[in-house]
Structures are given as C-alpha cells and as structure tokens.
C-alpha cells in the first residue's frame, strides 16, 4: 500500500465505481511476487478498462464535446492516451507497426511539439469525426499490439520500455481525472443537468476546525521512495522552513458560504490585484457550478444537481479564491514545501472522501483529515523545478519543465484520482484561475 | 409547376437523393384536384422526411457539432423545425398537448423572443443531450401529434391553422438547406474531409459568357401570384429602373482564379474599404473551402476534398468578394429589381445544375442560364423593407423584418434549395461577410 | 444664397463665433461679379480660417488626444486638411515644393490609398509630435504656398487645379465638423467636462408635432445644380416614390424620454435584430452623453453638462435608436429620396436652429421646420450607388464609393456644418451604431 | 553611502542630466549631523526636483500620451506623485488643507483601493484637462503646503509623518523611472522617433563572460540594515540555497543576436509553454525596441534611434526571453536569493553604467560587474512573501502585498533608477511578458 494504510474509497467517491480495480492495482504495485512483465501486463490492463469504465455512462454525443479550450472531449482523452503507448513504445519497437490513420498522430498529439504538428487545442471539440465506435476500435488496435508487445519483447527489451509504459500508465491516470472533470463541465452546461453517478447523501457533520502545530526545520523534500514519479519530484533537495500551523480539515461550503455573505467577492482589500480582476472580468460570485436559486445556493455535481451541503468541503475553486478566502479567515495558504512536511509528520489511516466531498474525521487522535483523494489542495508556492532540476531528455521529457510558469502547485489528489496515483510528493499544477479541478482549500499560519 | 417548366435535378446535386420526394412536391402543390387537407398532409410528410433523409449518412457524432457561432448542429436544425409546429400549432390547437420535455421549449426556440427566453446561440454545440436518439423521438412525437391534427381537426380549424402549417413547412426547407451548408462547415473542419454524396465528375465546359440587354421601365416587384410568398416579398410595388445588361451565366472558378492571381485579394482599390478590411482581418486569399497545395488549388465539397473544377460557378464567395471580382471585371453585380426583372423577361427552362455547380447551356436560344438552383447570386442591394411594408402580428411576423438592416439579398436558389422552395420573388439576405452559403456571383453592367 | 434665402445662425449655434465668416462664403458663392481667381482665393482664406478659429479655445493637450478609433486628434485634422493641399495641388503644381518632413505624408494621409502607406489610423492618438506649434506652421507653410500659387498660377493653370482646390475647401469643411463632434467626445471622458462654447439657455417651447403629406411619383433625384457637389450625388437619375406623410419637426429629447420610460431599450420587439445586439453590447440606454443622476437625466453638450432640455431635439442616437424610436411610436424614418423629395416641395426660410438644437417654428406657414442644419436625420436607405454611379479617377477617386456598404444615409447637416457646405442633395452617411455625429430623429409614415 | 562606495553616474547614463542632485541626495542620507527635520526637507526638495528635471525636455504634448494600458502620461506620473502627499499626509495633517480640484482624487489615485474611487487606469490618456500647466501649479500647491509642514510641525507630528514622507519620497523615485520607461514606449511609437538624452557613443568592449563560483548554505535574506525598506523586503528570515555559479556579466546584444540567429525565437523547446505562446501572440522576434533594417538591426532608445551595439547589455527583453536565452545556452536564471547571496559575497565598486547599456570591466579583480544600476536582473523567482511576511495596515500598506501573483522578481536597479533608490535587497517585480522596463539577462549554473 502506497502509505502503509489501506485506502477505502466510500460509496459517495466519483471513483467507486472503479474502486475494486483501483484497489487491485495498488496491491499489484505492493506485491513482491510478480515479475516485472507480469506487473506492467496487469495493470496495463487495468489502467485501460479504468478509463472505458469511467464511460460506461456517456452517450455516444457527450464523447464529443468541448465547453472551452482547456476542457478536451472525452474521445479525445481516450484517443490521445492511445496515442501514447502508439507513439512511443510501438512505433519504436516495431518498424512494422501501423496505425489505424496516418491522420491520428495529428489530431491526438497534444503538447509534443518534438513528435509533429498538432491539431489546434481549443477546435478538438470541432471535430465528429473520427467516430466514438472508431476511436474504441483505435484503442483496441493499440491494446492488441501492447498485449503482442508484452508477449513477445524479450526481457531486456521489456526493461527498456518499462519506463515509457510506466509514464503511459500515469499519464492515462492523469487523464482519467482530467476527463472527469472535463465531462463535469461539459454536463453542466445544459440545463438538462446530467449525471454520471448515483448521488448518496452526505449524513455527516464537518468537525471543528482545529489549528495543529508543525515543526519546521532544515530538512529534504521531494521523491525519495522506490516507485513511479515525475521529473518534477527531483531532485531531492534541502530547504528550511519556520514552524507553521496548519488546520485540521478543509474549508466546508458552510464557511465559505460566510465569506460570501460577508461581501468577501467585492471587497477588493481581501483579494490579489490579478484576483479581484479576474473577478471583475469573470463575474465570480461563488465557486464554479454553484447556482443562486430562490431557495437558495445550488451547486451542480456528477451526481446531479442539488442543494449546496454545508458540511462538504468547497470545491471547484480558483487560487484566488483560495488566497482571498484565507486573508478573510486571518490566516493563508500553506506552501507546498509546509505541506509536504505535515505529510511526513502525520500518520495517515488513509480513509477517503466519499464523492470527494466529505471525511469527517479520519485520525481523530491525530486531527489531521482529508489529506488525501478530497480535493487537491492549493498551495501559495508557484509551480517551479526543484534545485537542480534537469529537464529529462527527448519528447517525453517535454512533459514538465515548459510549465513551470505562471501556474501554482496543488498537493494532495482529489475524489477523481485514483488512488495508486497519490502520494505525498506529487505535484500537480493549475493557473490561479483554473476552476474546473477539483480544487479545495487548507489554511495555514504563522507561529505567533 | 412552379416556373412552367419541368426542373431535372441532376445527379450532381446535393438534392439527388431527395430529387424524387422534391418533384413530388412540386407536382402535390399543381395538383388542382386534391384538398387543403389532402395537400398539407402531403406536403407535411414528404417535407419532414427529406429533413430526415438528408441526415442518412450521418453519424451521431456529426449532429452535435456547432464549428462557428453561425452554424447550428444538425440535431438542432431537427429539433427546432420541430419546435416550431409544436408551439405555433399543437401547443395552440390541443390544450393538453404535452412537450417530451417542458426545457426544449427553452433550448430549441430560434429568435422569436414573444416565445420565451431563448439558449444562448453560440452555445448550441456544448449540448451533449438531449441525444439524437431522443431528437428522433421527439420529431417522431411531434409527427405523430401532427397527424393527430390533420386527421381530427374540423375543416375550420384546418383552415385557421394552414398558415401556420405553410410557413412550418416553408421553414423547414429553410433549415434544410442551412443543415446542408452547416454540415459542410463542420465536416470541413476535420482533416479527415468526410463527404456525405457521392462525386460525379462534371465534363462539361463553361460557355462563352455573353451579355444580354434587359429594358428597364416602370414596372412592379413583388410577389403577384398565387402560392405562399414571405412577409418580406410584399407588397406589390412599382420602381423605376434603367436599362442595363446581364451576364449569361455565373463566373467561373477559371475566371475567379484570373482574379487571385491578378493579386486580386491585394488590390485595396479593387474593393469597398468594409470588404479589405475584411480581407486583411479574415486573411482572405481565396473563396471559402479552398486550399493551396502544391498540387494547385484543392476545394472542400460535400462530395469529398478535390481539385478546384475551371468550369464550375464559383462558390462561397461573400458579398465583398463578388463585389471586388466585379470591379475588377469592370462590371457590377445586379440590384434584386434587376435580378427579378430578368427573371421576367426571360423564359425559364429549370435545368438544376448538378452539384449545384455548373450547368453549361440552359436554354442556348434566350443565353441566359444558372438563374435558379445553382447558387445564391449575391445583388448589391441591402435587405430593407418594400415600401409599405408591415410587420405581421404575432411571434412569426418576427421572421423577417428584424433583420432588415447590414444584409444583402440573394436570389435565385442554391443547388442546396428544395425546388419546390424556389421562386423567382424569393429574398434571401445574409451579411456582407457571410461565405458558408452556397452563394456565387453574376455580373451586370450599366448600357453604354 | 444656397437655398434662396437668407441663413441666420443664432446665438445657440456651435458654429455662432464664425457665423459671420460663414455668411461671408455665402455671398461670395452667389457674387457674380468675382474672378474665379477671387472667389477660389476668397473662399480659402476663409475656409482655412474658420478651421483655426473652432480651435481657439482648445489648450495644447485638447489637440492631441484620440478617444477611441472612430476620431481623430484635433492636430490631426489641421494637419491632414493641409496635407490634402500639399499632395493634390502644390506637389502636383511645383516640382520644387518641399514640405516641412517628408514623414508627414505617412502621419496625414487618411485613406488615399494610391497615395501611399498611411499611419494606422487608431494610433492617432500616441502621436505627441509634431506639435502642435509644428503642425500650425505646417499650415502656414501650406498656406503661403498656397497663396503663391494663388499669385502666380497662369489662368489654365489655375482653372486646370481649380476641381481640387474646390474639393479641398469642402473636404476641409466636412473635417471641421468631424473636429467639432471629435472633441466633444474627447471632452466627454474627462470628469471635469471642459466646456467649448457658452452655453445659452433655450427658451422656446417645440410645437405639436405635424404630419404633411408629400406626393411621390416619377421624379428626378441627385445633384442638378451649378456649384460643388461630390460624387455619391450624382448621376441625376429618376425614382418612384409612394405619397407619404413627414413630421413637421425633429422628435424631442422629452418624446424620447417617454420612449426610454416605455422600456423601449429593453423590448427586444421594438429593435432590428443587429440593433438589439448592440443595445445589449454596448450596455446602451440612452442616448450617447446622457447620465442619470439623482435629480434626473442630464447630459454632456459642448457648452457644458447639463440637464437633458425636453424641448430640444433628440441627437446623438444612432440608426438603431432611430429604428426602433420610429417602431415605437407606430412609424418609420424617411428613405433619402423622401428626404430630397420633400426638400423639393417646400420652400426654405432657412431659419438655422440655436446649438443646433430646437427652433420651434420655422415657417410656420407651411408647417415643416429643422431641415437644415439642425441634426443630421437618419435616413432608412443605405448608402449605395445611384444607377449609372461611376468612381472618379485618381486618388481623390477614392473618395466615396469604397464606403458605400454597411452604412446608413443622413440628410439635412447640423448645427456643427457650415451654412455654405449644406444642400439638399448632400448625401452623409455613418454605420448604424455611430452616435458620436449630431444626428437625430424625423418620422415619416405610409399613406392609409 | 548606499554600498560603502561612491557610484559615479557616467555620461552615457539616463540619469546623467540628474546625477549631481542624485549624489547629493546620498551625502544627505549618510549625513550624521543632519536633523531629521533637515534630511527630510533636503532630501524633498531634491527629489521633487528631479522629477521636474527630469521632463525639462519634454514638450507639453508628449506629457499627456498613454500608449498602452500599462503606460502612464507623464502629467499623471507628476499628479500622482503629488496626490500621495495630500492624501496621506496634507489631508491629515490639516483640516483645513484645501486641494485645487476636488477631482484630483478620483483622477490621480492609482490602486489605493481604500482611498475611493479610481479613474480608469487604461484611460488616462483619454484626459486633456488638467493641463500640463495646472498639474505643474498642483505641484507647486502641494510643495508650498509640504514646505508649510515642514516649518510648523511640531516634531513629534514630523515623527508621526516621518513614515509617510519617506514612502512617499521613495514612491516618487519608483515614478522617476517608471514616467522614463512610459516615455520612452511613447516616443518609440512615433516615426518621428524623438529623443529625450544625446546619445554618447560606447567605445568599450564587452569582456568575456567568467563563471564566477558563490557558496551556498543556511543564511539570512531580507532588509536588515538602517534605512527606508518596503514591507516586501521583510522579514528578516533564512533560507538553505546550493552552491552555484553566477556569470561576471550581463548577456550583450552580441550574444543575443546569435540566439536571434540560431532560431531562438522559432524553437518551441527552447520555451516555457506560456514563453512560445507569447512569442506567437505577440509576434515577437527581437527585443522590444529592436527593427530589422536592411542595413542591420536598430534599436530605438531615449537617446535615438541606432544601430545595435554588440558590446551593450541586451536589455528590454521578458522573463519568458531571458528564460529562452538562458535554456538555449545551457544554464538557467538566478533565483533571487541566489542574486541577492552573490550581493552579499562581492565588494561593489559601484560604477555605474553609462546610458544604462554598459560597462564592461568594473571591479575586475573581483569579476563580478554590471550588479547595480546597469539593468533589473530577471529572476527565477516568482513575486511571493516572505516567510512571516504581514500586509502593513492602512491604505498604504495595499502597496506590495496585492500583487503577489503572476510576476516575477528583479534585482539590482537600472540606468534608470537613482543611486539613492538602489540596494540589494530591492524586490522589483513585473509580470513575464513585461518588456518596456530596463530589464536584462544574469546567467547562472548548478554545479556539476
């Protein structure tokens, strides 16, 4: 198990549905037994029906849709992490592979620019073709290949790819959770209001937030375990930090709700100067998907559309939400350096939300909850490499370096993440304006 | 018949599949021995069919897709044409007339802002759902309620409604020519150039382009027969207009291609100051749907991704480029009076070009050809009320007149138009800029 | 006189401080007893003059500003209006003419394309140099060339330049006008409100409002006159035109304040169709330079901020306003040849209205007052060729005919158009959503 | 003395014109026999002055141009700077205090949230009133009130007010270059291209580029000496940095030409993702100011227009081009600890570069130069607060803390910042795409 402790994703998880494999492939990551071809097989196998699982409910229209540029429709996902395994494992290890379409390096390479020219982002919702039915058989192809691969690649040259898979294997997680809220936000936009799962009543009550105190110090931070993980983890370095409180829980929609009543979206002091004009210019005046109706603040979710519950954590807020939010509490935004070390410092049960929502009280004798598979969590810290980082060489090594502008890190993982894709050094990264994540808020301050 | 002469809708033209429900039409509307209800019923279901037939060879992807503000998605244009008979009729007629679904009311009114709020134009491709499979449903229950109607209503009631079910039916042919050239703009998107007829190689030459002297006068315009006419054709007026002269057929891609490469598309001068503007904003350097390759100039048809034919009409021009061609001819295009004084002196044959491209010698003797069912023949006057003309009462006189302002008028007919849509007092406007219409250029030019 | 009859500018005027020079270019128009040398030389000493004497109240800063793109800094008109001296007449006439920088030509040309590249014209504004001072001594360099050329041009050769120099003093009367409702709006962004003229209270009450009827036919339409007149005018051609009824007066601001009170910016159903799009655009609610206040509606005038004056006509409305002003109050706006035929029918005292704002009863006899140069009134024509229209020659060719798409014809001049520069033939035009120009409302109506 | 050692302005310099009231300014500073009373009087009266003196050149139309939102007119520089000390301390100080123009306050606040209502900041150059002249007698009348102050005030209301001077003078400091930097965009818009300084030809060679090894560990950041200090530059706290290496000097437009040459600006590896967007949007290919002439590269600059120096520092670029430049030639930035660490490891001679271009050989012994006064130094470090960092209280204390996002940080002061304005503790800050300010290139390296 990733930290030791068996996650258990509750009924109310987008990811429940899938959580019988997702558990599967955390044993599989954790068993000593199996060899390294037997394990890349597996949850190769796994990682890919997760996906078309996840799609079980889409009809063959909602596969096509794009709601604005940085939404990508579901197709696309399910094309683009073909495309992957395709791109660099197939075509390398088989001078005689085929692709089903020349046209398709085109149309579902997304960033690469080493790997070719790349179809406009904001017009992938442009195009019908090719179909839903065209774009399965696509992932079939490759799939009948990967499987051909891993019968027939000797042991070395299973070895020399096991690193491309392992990326692949990550970078279909990633998209996993990027075509959930991608789906969210093309689904709210129709007044239809659809759902993707079975909503479940929340019973519980959010606890007190309390303040924990954390030592700081002069100590390391970054990947340091056996397993996967990005460039964007290393190196492992030094870094000082002062002692700092941190709260025990998330922001709930409750108290958030406070902050709105309490003219928190147009009291321009509380706000960034970016922040207030993003707000100005976006007409914010609640987290994305929530509804001012005569009986009061709706929210749209995956599970319908419903009343807002106060005792959920607030969601689908931007960083400067989160920023203005914490100066109004009197307090901040922890840096991802203070939460890697509350990480380290807590030992964690590993209870996760259910419908990424809402854990009451996991750990009550430690206090510390919803670390883990609630909503990812924004930190004050901007998105940059580590001390001595190299950007890793060839096309995949585009991967993470060209971002690190102009974006801010969030920690932890949300309700749609798998969750043999967590971990405590895991940096993933959003604009301080990007609302259709699954992006919460933890406070932080300073000892007085 | 509706010019007297028997149209032959060749096996170019995007109508050949819907040629034989189209004549039926024609023949239906001549026919002097059936009754109002007879006729209407008729007519109802052969023109709610060709709608549907039109679709056959989409995939349920290509009904979604919006690829520019001005487009609607297919599903769209089958639920809309729908909504139009279940609010102006059924919803008038039967008290207890139930909608599938009191939103589509909502998601599926045009502009006719007396019917309600209206969703947000630009936004009709981000609609995953209602699905097609449900759209078909709908028109499935409109149909039948429809039915319901011509079968129970008293021969009054018949009466009072058969306005409504004219312009219904008129309505729907509207929409079934911009579903085709919508298509056409989604379908050109995609790199994978999906086609949705088959293409028949044309061996046709382009006569010699003569001009014909047409006398001028006092006379009257306006529509004066029997038969449906737009609010827009009326009233019967007199003008005053000069004698002048008429090119006898369409320009020619050939002749178009001599402009391009005069540095049509670089001379200022050549065009009103709006059309270089235009030009220069747009990067215009050919008529929509055309590319260069090495190869020479390609063009996107509904019939597939091919070599630009000399001989066919030029297409998808805006009104600024006719207007630049003509100056550069040393010509101009025709006013509408001109146009339908034309039309009047010159006995009509009603070949229908194939394709909706080309047709080389209707009627040698009278040298006028491609009047009707080629393309759209951009005039150079704006779409402004007939003097003395009135708004209709009611949510359906909004039709026309709100848009009598920054358009142009079109005559003629496309190879996109049902024939049995086609007359010669019909006014079709779009804006100056406008180029995802089937729409070509004819010259005139002022006696010496 | 122009019209037969004596113009009076009353003490209300924008052009009253050089009335007196205005009334002088009258006489010397209609003087028979002058040499075309006289007259021309005459005229342009005054013209040149009247340029400079608008500007005598302005403070260095008031000339340098560009509002948003449609105007232009006041430097930039007494530059260009000498510049159009220098390229067409004094470069053409004297090889040896040397200008004052050869960079001028690229600053102060406007749109003559064949003229070479111009200065894009919505950066007018980030222009500190030449200065002020530089770009009056540029017109005194013009100017004494000008006046030499005067001196010792032969008698063909001043005949031969005489077309231009009669081109230049209308185009250099048009851009005094363009100066005038330029810096009102440039005065209109600063809070402070400079003012340009002295304001005079308006004492009179407007009287009831008319309706004449004017008989149509087959009649003659254009420029048939001695004098100047500029291209779009011509050539004289013949219409026919319906009898119809024409408001004896401009519409109020007080009959467009119960217009405003009707809702009438919010019923979608008054509007054309791109007219309520720009409602809804630009947030209009008003005229242009209205505000609410506490103690009611006031606006901006160039003689200062003040209350909204219910017996002054409406202006600064654009063509959509008019539009649906007109709908409202069950009409419509005249087309120009109404306009022009009803100039024909009655006879001009040619009383000039104060501000260009009200005169009440203007030859009260007949019933029709404020043709002239009270407000510039919409017509419902676009601007289009007339039959037979032939574009010049030349780059003073350029002039008009590459506007003639997508705007609206005005007639009548206003209070900011010199008395000498008006006629009933004069065709201006602007895009239905320009409000910067003193333009107002005339209603007209159908026969029943 | 600021660094303990005389900075000697060179005639090549902007700040040339004021360098003897710059010198005197850091005597008074070090000065221990001055009162407090007598330093702040001193010191402004000096800088008032240089403001003034700085704009002797100017003529009164190049003060009131804003040629991009974020340019200010020079008049609204001379207003603002005026407006913060009747605001903060006149208005305080005496009830009685009368400003010229009650509006001043709305037109001349800047982002002072909490003192009302702010003019539109992108539209300050719509503004022709107040005149230059009348902003020159809001001066005067603020001075003469200042002078009153600094006679009556008992010396404890000096001390209260102490805080609020020294802000204030260093505000307007920040407004001496920043009213240099907006001048400069607005002259450079012009063809006429004025220059404000005679330009003085460099004769020097840029040196060879060393690589200059500095020792990392667990040390101090942040302002701990006597003397003025922004909020942003405390606390006082400490941080852990590597070992690294720090190139001797600033990239030169020689070494930037051979990136400009190499493609730099076509390579997408070469870029931060949001860096190559930029690129394309803003169709960059060259430092801003830079032209491709025939003859070669040019470059405007405040002392004309010329030919690119090669040995000049290249300066005007964006963070995303320094970060460009630096992955193309293999090393990266400086974090601005790391700059401020090398600060705190070298002795500065404090030789000041001439026109802020250059200076090729200061403190050779040492190696390091070009650290102060030459160019504001890009750094990797995005614009975040300090460990402990509180948000002062009061209107003044909006100052930093609001803009804490999406910038990056600057270090060392450029040609255009007064000797007195620099140290090394300074946090200037702009946003990645930034070029109108003196900012320049630092390269550095991990270690091997």
């Not at 070719?116 to 992938?124: A, K, Y």
């Amino acid at each position: 198990m990733v930290f030791g402790v068996a996650f258990r994703i509750k009924k109310r998880s987008i990811m429940f549905s899938v959580s019988s494999e997702d558990n599967q492939l955390v044993q599989i990551l954790e068993n000593p037994l199996l060899s390294l071809r037997e394990k890349l097989l597996k949850r190769y196998k796994i990682v890919r029906g997760i996906t078309e699982k996840l799609c079980e409910k889409l009809e063959t229209e909602d596969y096509v849709i794009q709601s604005m540029p940085d939404v990508s429709p579901a197709k696309w996902h399910l094309a683009h992490t073909s495309w992957f395994f395709e791109t660099f494992l197939l075509a390398n290890w088989d001078d005689e592979y085929k692709t089903p379409n020349v046209l398709y390096n085109f149309l579902f390479n997304s960033y690469y620019v080493k790997v070719g020219d790349r179809f406009n982002r904001p017009e992938r919702g442009l195009l019908s073709r090719p179909t839903v039915k065209e774009v399965y058989a696509y992932r079939k192809h490759v799939d009948d290949n990967m499987f051909r691969f891993f019968t027939e690649a000797y042991d070395e040259v299973l070895e020399k790819y096991s690193a491309v898979i392992e990326i692949g294997l990550n970078h279909e997680q990633q998209h996993q959770e990027l075509m959930l809220t991608d789906i969210k936000h093309v689904f709210s936009q129709n007044p239809l209001y659809p759902s993707l799962v079975k909503y479940q009543a929340n019973k519980l009550k959010a606890g007190k937030l309390e303040w924990l105190t954390i030592n700081g110090g002069l100590t390391e931070f970054g990947h340091n375990r056996d397993g996967f993980f990005y460039d964007n983890e290393k190196p492992l370095h030094k870094r000082y930090i002062e002692n700092f409180k941190v709260a025990s829980r998330l922001i709930t929609n409750g108290e958030y709700l406070e902050f709105m009543e309490d003219d928190g979206y147009k009291r321009a002091e509380l706000w960034l100067s970016n922040g207030f004009a993003a707000v100005e210019k976006n007409k914010w005046n609640s987290p994305l998907y929530w509804y001012k109706e005569e009986r009061g603040w709706y929210n749209y979710t995956l599970g319908g559309y419903r009343k807002v519950d106060i005792n959920e954590p607030v969601s689908h807020v931007s960083y400067y939400e989160a920023d203005a939010f914490a100066r109004w509490a009197g307090a901040r935004l922890l840096t991802e350096f203070e939460w890697e070390e509350v990480s380290k410092n807590i030992e964690l049960t590993g209870n996760f939300v259910e419908t990424g929502k809402f854990h009451p009280s996991i750990n009550p004798d430690k206090g510390l909850t919803q670390m883990y598979g609630d909503l990812w969590e924004w930190t004050m810290s901007d998105y940059a490499p580590y001390p001595g980082y190299k950007i890793p060489e060839g096309a995949i090594g585009e991967y993470n370096g060209k971002f690190m502008s102009d974006q801010y890190v969030l920690r932890g993982g949300s309700c749609a993440t798998s969750i043999s894709h967590i971990r405590n050094t895991y940096r993933n990264f959003f604009p301080p304006d990007a609302r259709w994540q699954y992006s919460g808020i933890r406070l932080a301050r300073d000892m007085e």
